[in-house]
């Protein structure tokens, strides 16, 4: 079998939408449970995917758009390359609004990681 995934998703739990004709028609007979446990897989399941698709692009090199410091240091800014993911690396001399080619060291699910280049 054949997979095919994607590298980052928008999962939540269902929720009936008001004045919708499934709320209208059909009763919301899923447990809560079954809710929570089918969104808790799905939720694991693209954190394997989007590490996956972040492992092959280590050691690639990306042109990335400074938009802000990173989440977690004041050292570091944080941009998004061409794929539109979430690239993290040290500020230098660098600012906020300028376009940094960035070699990728190491990754997680959600982040590339990596360090200006000339």
Do not use: H
């Not at 929570?36 to 692009?57: A, T």
């Not at 042109?63 to 240091?73: H, I, Q, T």
């Amino acid at each position: 079998m054949e997979w095919v995934g994607y590298d980052y998703a928008f999962m939540f739990k269902y929720s009936e939408r008001p004045n919708t004709i499934a709320q209208k028609k059909y009763a919301d007979d899923v447990p809560e449970e079954t809710k929570s446990r089918r969104l808790k897989e799905i939720i694991d399941l693209q954190q394997e995917l989007s590490l996956r698709s972040n492992k092959q692009d280590v050691g690639k090199v990306f042109e990335v758009l400074a938009e802000s410091y990173s989440k977690r240091s004041n050292t570091d800014l944080a941009g998004r390359n061409s794929q539109n993911k979430t690239v993290v690396f040290p500020k230098g001399d660098f600012r906020i609004g300028d376009y940094v080619k960035v070699k990728i060291l190491r990754c997680t699910a959600a982040t590339l990681i990596g360090e200006a280049i000339d």
